[in-house]
C-alpha cells in the first residue's frame, strides 16, 4: 500500500516525487521529478503493489494505470473536499470578489442591494467570461472607493480602517489614475505561449497539424502536453472561422448552461448580518462546506444569511452537505446519483467539478469505501520541507533520500 505525492525542489519551477509506505509509516523512495516515466520505472520494479493513493494529478494516475494495472488507486479524501471548496469558491465569485468592511451604515445595506441587482442590466455569458468581468468589475468598485475616500481627505490608515483593505495596497491604488492591470505571470516551457513566436511562424507558413508542431516544439524543449497545444490552436482555428447558425446556437447553449442560478442578482455579495461586512465567496464557500454541529454561533448567522441572501449558496450547500454524507457514510453506491443531479443543478462550475469526478469515478469511489489516504504522504513531505531547508544549498538528491528514508539494518558497519 504506497502512497505517491510530489513536493518542491523550487515552488511553481521544479518538482519531485515521494512514496510513502502506508502500512509501515515510512519513505519508500524520492524521485528528483514528477514525470510518468519516473513513476512507471518504479512501478515497474515494484510489482507487489496493491493500492496507490494520490491526489488529483493526473500524471501518477496515467503513470499507476500503465505499470500497475494490479493495483487499485485510490483519491484523496482531503483533495475531493478542497477541489469541491474551490468550485463552490468560484461559483460564488461569478458576482466579483467582494473583501473589505461594509462602507454603508446598516439602514442602507438592503437598499444597495436592492440598487445594484436593479441596474444589472448585462446579457447572458458562458460562466468563464462572466467571472473574468465580475472581478475586473469588483477591482474597479475598490480603486473608486478608495480614490473617493481619498479626495475626501482621509489618510492611507483611516482608509484602510475604513474599508478593511491593507494600507500598502491603498497606497499603491493611489498612485493610479486608472485600476492597474495584473502583471502576468513568466511563461515556462509548459506552456504553449512560451513558443508562441515559432507557432505563429509555422501557422503563417501553413504548418497547422498538431501533431506536427507538437513534435516541433517538443525538440525545442516543450514540456507540457498535446491538449494543452490543442487548446491554444483551437482558438487560433475558430479565428480564422467564419461565424455560422450553428455556433450561434452553441453560444446560446453555453448561455442557457449557466442556468438561473448563476446570473445576478441571486448571486450578488451578502452582507454579514451582525458586522455588516461583505462576506467573501473564500468564506462562503470554507463555510459551505463545514456542517452545523462544527460553526460557532457567528458562522452559523453569516450561513444562515447568505442561504436567505442567496439562492445559489443554499443550493451548493446542499450539495455540499451530501457530498460529505456520502464520505462519512462509506456509499459509493450514492455518488453516481449526487454527480447526475450537480451535472444537472444549473450551477456551471458545480457541474464541471461533477464531471471530473466522474473521469475518475474508480478512484473516487475507493477513497470512499477503502481506509487508505494520502495523509501520511503530506506527513512525510513536512518533514523532507524541514531537511531540505535546514540542508540549504547542500539539498542534493542523494543527501536528501539518504536522510528521509530508514536505515537498514544491513547498512549499518558491525562487527
Known amino acids: 500500500m504506497i ?83 474551490l468550485a463552490i469558491e468560484e461559483q460564488m465569485s461569478l458576482s466579483g470578489r467582494a473583501t473589505g468592511r461594509a462602507l454603508l451604515p446598516d439602514e442602507d445595506i438592503e437598499n444597495d442591494h436592492d440598487d445594484r441587482a436593479s441596474h444589472e442590466g448585462t446579457p447572458e455569458t458562458p460562466w468563464r467570461n462572466q467571472l473574468r468581468r465580475a472581478h475586473r468589475q469588483s477591482r474597479k468598485d475598490v480603486f473608486e472607493t478608495v480614490h473617493a475616500l481619498s479626495k475626501e481627505g482621509l489618510t492611507c490608515s483611516d482608509i484602510a480602517r475604513h474599508t478593511g483593505y491593507g494600507r500598502r495596497s491603498i497606497t499603491k491604488w493611489l498612485t493610479f489614475e486608472t485600476p492597474p492591470d495584473r502583471r502576468r505571470g513568466a511563461l515556462q516551457p509548459t506552456s504553449p505561449l512560451f513558443f508562441e513566436a515559432f507557432l505563429t511562424q509555422c501557422w503563417k507558413d501553413g504548418n497547422r497539424r498538431g501533431r506536427h508542431l507538437f513534435h516541433d516544439i517538443k525538440h525545442r524543449g516543450y514540456t507540457g502536453s498535446f491538449s494543452n497545444l490543442e487548446r491554444l490552436l483551437a482558438t487560433w482555428r475558430r479565428a480564422e472561422r467564419p461565424e455560422t447558425d450553428e455556433d450561434k446556437d452553441k453560444d446560446d447553449a453555453a448561455s442557457a448552461r449557466i442556468g438561473p442560478s448563476d446570473r445576478a442578482p441571486d448571486n450578488l455579495p451578502v452582507r454579514d448580518p451582525q458586522t455588516g461586512h461583505l462576506i467573501s465567496p473564500i468564506v462562503a464557500a470554507t463555510l459551505c462546506i463545514k456542517p452545523r454541529g462544527a460553526l460557532t454561533i457567528n458562522q452559523a448567522r453569516k450561513v444562515d444569511a447568505l442561504k436567505q441572501g442567496s ?91 539518504a536522510r528521509m528514508m530508514p536505515i537498514k539494518s544491513t547498512d549499518l558497519h558491525t562487527n
Not at 510489482?47 to 500524471?59: A, N, Q, T, Y
Not at 451530501?322 to 453516481?336: E, N, P, Q, V, Y
Open 3 to 85: 502512497g505517491i505525492d510530489d513536493w518542491s525542489w523550487r515552488k511553481s519551477w521544479r518538482y519531485g516525487t515521494i512514496i510513502v509506505d502506508l502500512e509501515r509509516r515510512t519513505v519508500l523512495d524520492i524521485l528528483e521529478d514528477r514525470s510518468v516515466a519516473s513513476v512507471a520505472r518504479w512501478l515497474q520494479r515494484h510489482p507487489s503493489i496493491e493500492v496507490v493513493s494520490r491526489d488529483r494529478c493526473g500524471l501518477y494516475a496515467q503513470a499507476a494505470r500503465e505499470s500497475a494495472p494490479q493495483a487499485s488507486q485510490v483519491a484523496d479524501r482531503f483533495h475531493l473536499i478542497q477541489n469541491l471548496r
Open 311 to 401: 439562492r445559489t449558496f443554499a443550493v451548493l450547500r446542499s450539495f455540499a452537505m451530501r457530498f460529505r454524507g456520502i464520505f462519512r457514510g462509506r456509499t459509493s453506491a450514492k455518488l453516481d446519483q449526487w454527480i447526475d443531479d450537480a451535472i444537472h443543478s444549473g450551477l456551471a462550475l458545480l457541474a464541471r467539478f461533477a464531471r471530473v469526478l466522474r473521469r475518475d469515478i474508480g478512484a473516487v469511489c475507493n477513497a470512499i469505501d477503502l481506509p487508505w489516504s494520502n495523509g501520511q504522504a503530506e506527513g512525510q513531505i513536512n518533514r523532507l520541507k524541514t531537511i531540505k531547508r535546514a540542508m540549504y544549498g547542500r539539498a542534493g538528491p542523494e543527501l536528501l533520500r
